[in-house]
């Protein structure tokens, strides 16, 4: 069914809270796994149904934030959303208590049970009002991110139309687009402040009710981390902090030679050849219509996924007005489609989505049909970007219809991308520990805590007494620190692992494409540390696989400088 052409019906949550009530009773009643399995999947089926309702609106309150219709719904679903897990660990807390629990998880998987008893960790009936409240703040956060009307060079524009601004081959323009972007957070500083700090103090309230030390180890379960502790993640930044980051500031002092400056600055970040970066070639119509014709020669499979995709309008990509910031993929199950988000803004960030957020998509679509039980369909985060972050690298013999002669330079940035962005997402993981470990830190003590960890992890960078950044206060930008604690040291690890896809790709192209495949056929059936290993991947909290895996990365940009 074509996206605009979905119904939109108001679950109604008392009548589901009723029936999940009653599939409790019969799984208490239940006289065998067999029963039980039964009961477990009408219970997905029913959520499905309520997921698809509320990410539908999600979807259109993201795509229009001014939308009264669905800003009213979006409230509603926030409301409920906490009422509804209530519901749900009744349920299962008697399922992961069943007698028949070993022939459960013969029929449903290990992992599932596994991964209940993180939830069940994770969540009490006392704290629903201060989830109600969690909701109500990120929302209030994306709304007034996505409210940015910034004035600019004539014209008024979003965060997102201010990107190919702050890759300007003239340095007055790139800075000046950054101290636009900051004056913006500037003017609303209080606002961003105190949304945050009562974040943080909400956050810490759950943890301390759930008998946690903090929230540290509250949002590790809430992650799904199932393979791995908060203290493992560190040793995992501390890798990278000894063998990636000494490589990150050799890329910088070579791409400061590269566009011609002697006295690097923040706001010479993002241009990475002196004539210009390499943006793709053409109107956001012929960028879609390049994607579909890279994915239709891919495999059949992912041939299969774009036709889907296409024929069905499952996209909104363009920078508008009102818009939520950001890109993300996620999914309607009762239509066992993925949708696909973004803000195209002209750069090769806009060609990115096509690869990465279609990277989860396609996995989405593939797992619909290779894992039955709709929970593990999807594995923990480190997982799903995974796929997203390898596709990026798996489609490279397709790049040139989007970037032409720019090819080159394209791929040599996007290698060194993927390294630079290590180092930040263990800075923007580190400073949310460093933040749930001291709730009573003020906006000001946050901001230093952020540019003290700016230090270890990106030494390179001078912000040359910018607005909003030189103050400490460039990690309101990052949404997810905002609205998904903890979401982002998974990335880093994924893009361990898509280097691994890349270095095998560059071998051989086949056998690389076939164990990605091997990969997302798995879905979520294993912990991310297993999926690796099932494939024959090494996991990023292996013993020197950053330092191997990274230093391979930098000797191939190494070899494929271009000016």
């Known amino acids: 069914m074509i996206f605009s052409d979905i119904p939109y019906e108001r679950p109604d949550y008392a009548q589901v809270f009723s029936q999940l009530d009653a599939l409790t009773a019969r799984l208490e009643k239940a006289s065998s796994a067999g029963e039980q399995a039964a009961i477990y999947k009408e219970v997905e089926t029913l959520l499905g149904h309520v997921s698809t309702q509320a990410t539908l609106c999600s979807i259109r309150n993201s795509v229009d934030t001014r939308d009264e219709f669905y800003e009213k719904e979006q409230a509603y679903h926030d409301e409920q959303a906490p009422l509804l897990e209530d519901k749900l660990q009744a349920f299962h807390k008697a399922l992961v208590a069943s007698p028949y629990r070993a022939g459960l998880e013969q029929e449903l998987g290990s992992?599932?049970?596994?991964?209940?008893?993180?939830?069940?960790?994770?969540?009490?009936?006392?704290?629903?009002?201060?989830?109600?409240?969690?909701?109500k703040l990120t929302t209030e956060y994306q709304k007034l991110y996505a409210s940015a009307r910034v004035p600019f060079m004539g014209k008024t524009v979003t965060i997102a139309q201010l990107g190919p601004y702050k890759e300007s081959t003239d340095r007055a323009t790139r800075r000046a687009a950054l101290e636009a972007e900051g004056g913006f957070f500037d003017q609303h500083r209080e606002e961003f402040d105190r949304i945050f700090d009562k974040l943080v103090k909400n956050r810490t309230q759950q943890a301390k009710a759930l008998g946690f030390e903090s929230f540290v180890e509250l949002g590790a379960r809430r992650r799904g981390r199932n393979c791995y502790t908060p203290q493992e993640s560190a040793a995992f930044r501390d890798a990278v902090v000894a063998d990636l980051v000494p490589l990150t500031v050799k890329l910088k002092q070579r791409q400061a030679k590269r566009i011609g400056v002697g006295d690097f600055k923040f706001h010479d970040n993002a241009l990475k050849f002196k004539d210009g970066s390499a943006t793709p070639q053409g109107t956001p119509e012929e960028i879609m219509a390049a994607g579909q014709k890279m994915y239709e020669e891919l495999s059949p499979e992912t041939a299969a996924f774009i036709h889907m995709m296409f024929d069905n309008d499952l996209f909104d990509v363009l920078a508008k007005e009102g818009k939520a910031p950001g890109g993300y993929c996620t999914s309607l199950e009762d239509y066992g489609t993925p949708f696909i988000f973004s803000n195209f803004n002209g750069t090769s960030g806009d060609v990115d989505v096509l690869t990465h957020e279609a990277g989860h998509a396609f996995a989405d679509y593939i797992a619909n049909e290779t894992v039955s039980i709709r929970a593990l369909r999807c594995p923990t985060m480190e997982g799903a970007e995974t796929h997203s972050m390898s596709m990026e690298f798996l489609t490279a013999p397709w790049h040139h219809l989007f970037f032409g002669d720019l090819t080159d330079k394209y791929e040599l940035s996007h290698a060194e991308d993927a390294l630079l962005f290590i180092p930040y997402g263990c800075l923007v993981d580190h400073f949310q520990e460093e933040i749930y470990r001291h709730p009573e830190y003020t906006p000001e003590e946050r901001n230093q805590a952020w540019l003290r960890l700016e230090k270890r992890y990106r030494p390179y960078i001078d912000f040359d007494g910018l607005p909003f950044y030189?103050?400490?206060?460039?990690?309101?930008?990052?949404?997810?620190?905002?609205?998904?604690?903890?979401?982002?040291?998974?990335?880093?690890?994924?893009?361990?692992?898509?280097?691994?896809?890349?270095?095998l790709s560059l071998e051989?192209?086949?056998?690389?494409?076939?164990?990605?495949?091997?990969?997302?056929?798995?879905?979520?059936?294993?912990?991310?540390?297993?999926?690796?290993?099932?494939?024959?991947?090494?996991?990023?909290?292996?013993?020197?696989?950053?330092?191997?895996?990274?230093?391979?990365?930098?000797q191939w940009t190494e070899e494929h400088l271009t000016e």
């Open 508 to 554: 051989d192209r086949a056998a690389a494409w076939q164990k990605y495949m091997d990969l997302v056929r798995l879905g979520g059936t294993k912990t991310f540390i297993d999926l690796a290993h099932a494939v024959e991947l090494r996991s990023p909290l292996d013993a020197g696989c950053v330092k191997d895996v990274c230093t391979a990365t930098f």
């Open 111 to 135: 992992l599932l049970f596994k991964n209940l008893e993180l939830e069940l960790e994770s969540f009490s009936p006392e704290i629903i009002p201060l989830m109600q409240e969690e909701n």
């Open 470 to 503: 030189a103050r400490g206060a460039g990690w309101q930008r990052q949404l997810h620190i905002y609205l998904y604690p903890f979401y982002y040291i998974d990335y880093c690890m994924a893009q361990v692992m898509s280097l691994q896809f890349f270095a």
